[in-house]
């Protein structure tokens, strides 16, 4: 990722004030990814929005798995962003760099944003 996509983050409100890490990463995947895959997925015409779409429903179930299942949030999310980090650095299309900057620089803010808690 790059400054690029850093400079795009733009976290819901209810992210920015979640309670903690845990309550902030559901507020991203039902406020912010999920409604970019409903959006995204409904141009089927659209090669690079049906990618961004799916990619962005794929990262919404993986972070959904980790606030519902895992006690240790704060670990499995730093490996999350770190496979958003390989993936972008081997993206074959602009779907992909996009989508994968973009999460993976979000998902960095949000991680700052609990850092000490």
């Excluded at 992210?15 to 845990?22: A, M, S």
């Excluded at 990618?51 to 490996?79: C, P, W």
């Amino acid at each position: 990722m790059n400054s690029f996509y850093f400079s795009k983050v733009n976290l819901p409100r209810a992210v920015r004030q979640g309670e903690d890490l845990r309550d902030s990463l559901r507020h991203y995947v039902t406020e912010r990814l999920l409604k970019i895959a409903d959006i995204c997925l409904q141009h089927e015409e659209d090669a690079f929005r049906k990618e961004f779409g799916l990619l962005h429903k794929r990262y919404a179930n993986m972070i959904f798995i980790v606030t519902e299942a895992v006690q240790d949030v704060n670990y499995l999310i730093k490996s999350i962003v770190t496979w958003a980090t390989d993936d972008f650095e081997s993206a074959t299309t602009g779907a992909q760099r996009d989508a994968y900057g973009l999460i993976g620089a979000e998902l960095m803010k949000i991680i700052k944003l609990h850092q000490g808690q």
